[in-house]
């Protein structure tokens, strides 16, 4: 039996219960992000990492019109264009009789998205014969470092002073840690020279060519290149395994289920009989079948796995009938939510059908 409120530190509380997610993460919570855990991150002025809600609200709201239904759809072209490159890879490693990497594939592609509309200039992993492994080793690398900065601040402010040349030679996390920080100065850099020089088209937008708008500032202080390069870091980590994994998810499980196999081959071909022809998002989000994969694969591939904590604010809170005072660290997992038989009978199984005629709880 699962707990619903488990006390794992002398200040931190897990809770797994579903009602408790809107009260410590909803947009409109006071529940700040817990600094322990955020500032061992190395991304102390990214949208992410910003423990102050009062700051927070005014870098999410820098970031939010770019991840509105109107900019993504201005952004299609550079996605068709990117899946397609996958398409290719496919057809010609299937005419070749050899296997191709989906899941460095499909992260190579959100990522080749993303650095697209960031920097206006695409990393085109796509088109490397590794299909990006060294991006996504150091992605992935920074884990370790991460845990013990946790646990040991002080040595994170050291580590951070260390060279750039040096910090790989004394451990491998670390010197991707500082890697990951030299990329994000280099293409805050890059930007600003481009914009600087009217080279950096302006046909679509760019979001760091708006975060280094002086006009955009809304009254707060125009951020420095040492500033912005958090934002570069977290937004090609959140853009690589997250979004990668999902898709990973559902082309695995679509390819070994036959009745799912079939259902979307079905629901595809009747909405594009010409399977050459363009496959516009506006037509495929509303398909439902496609639709009930896309949320299925999201569910099974977890997204952020670990607990993501917060900081009960003053006034204190009560849950499941358990005081919990003001300052106390409490955080969810989505493996426990997402795997909830309650909500989700028979969790393991991916099964779209289960988003297509819900029940209510
Ligand atoms: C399947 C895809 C994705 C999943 C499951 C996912 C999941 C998450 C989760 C759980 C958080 C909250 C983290 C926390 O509170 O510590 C988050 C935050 C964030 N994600 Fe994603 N993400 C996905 C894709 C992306 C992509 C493609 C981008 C953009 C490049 C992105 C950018 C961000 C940003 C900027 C934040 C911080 C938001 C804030 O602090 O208000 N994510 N994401």
């Not at 299609?76 to 296997?99: C, F, N, T, W, Y």
């Amino acid at each position: 039996m699962i707990r619903p409120v488990v006390r794992i530190g002398p200040k931190e509380v897990h809770l797994s219960d579903p009602e408790n997610k809107e009260i410590i993460y909803s947009m409109s919570s006071r529940y700040a992000k817990s600094p322990v855990f955020y500032n061992a991150l190395y991304v102390p002025h990214s949208t992410f990492g910003t423990p102050s809600n009062e700051v927070h609200k005014h870098k999410r709201a820098m970031l939010n019109p770019f991840f509105s239904r109107r900019m993504v759809l201005e952004l299609e072209g550079v996605v068709q264009h990117k899946a397609a490159k996958i398409v290719d890879l496919m057809s010609s490693a299937i005419a070749a009789d050899r296997p191709v990497d989906l899941h460095h594939a499909f992260r190579a592609l959100s990522v080749d998205v993303i650095s697209d509309y960031a920097f206006n200039k695409s990393y085109d992993l796509l088109d490397s014969p590794d299909l990006g492994a060294h991006f996504f080793a150091m992605a992935r690398g920074v884990g370790p470092a991460m845990y013990v900065f946790q646990q040991f601040p002080s040595l994170q402010r050291l580590a951070m002073k260390i060279p750039p040349w040096l910090a790989p030679m004394l451990s491998r996390p670390l010197g991707y840690v500082v890697g990951m920080q030299m990329e994000g100065v280099k293409q805050i850099e890059d930007v600003r020279t481009r914009m600087e020089s009217g080279k950096l088209g302006t046909a679509r937008p760019t979001i760091f060519s708006e975060l280094l708008d002086p006009e955009k500032q809304d009254g707060w202080p125009m951020p420095s290149t040492m500033e912005l390069k958090d934002d570069v870091y977290s937004l090609l980590v959140a853009a690589a395994d997250t979004t990668g994994n999902a898709m990973t998810r559902a082309a695995f499980h679509v390819i070994n289920d036959q009745q799912a196999y079939s259902k979307l081959r079905s629901e595809l071909l009747a909405a594009f009989p010409d399977p050459r022809a363009k496959q516009d998002f506006v037509t495929l989000e509303r398909l439902p079948y496609l639709t009930a994969v896309i949320k299925e694969a999201l569910r099974l591939s977890l997204g952020v796995i670990g607990r993501l904590p917060r900081v009960v604010p003053e006034g204190s809170a009560k849950f499941n009938g358990y005081f919990v005072p003001a300052g106390t660290i409490v955080g969810m997992s989505s493996w426990l939510m997402h795997l909830n038989s309650d909500v989700f009978p028979n969790p393991t199984k991916f099964n779209p059908e289960r988003w297509l005629d819900p029940v209510e709880l």
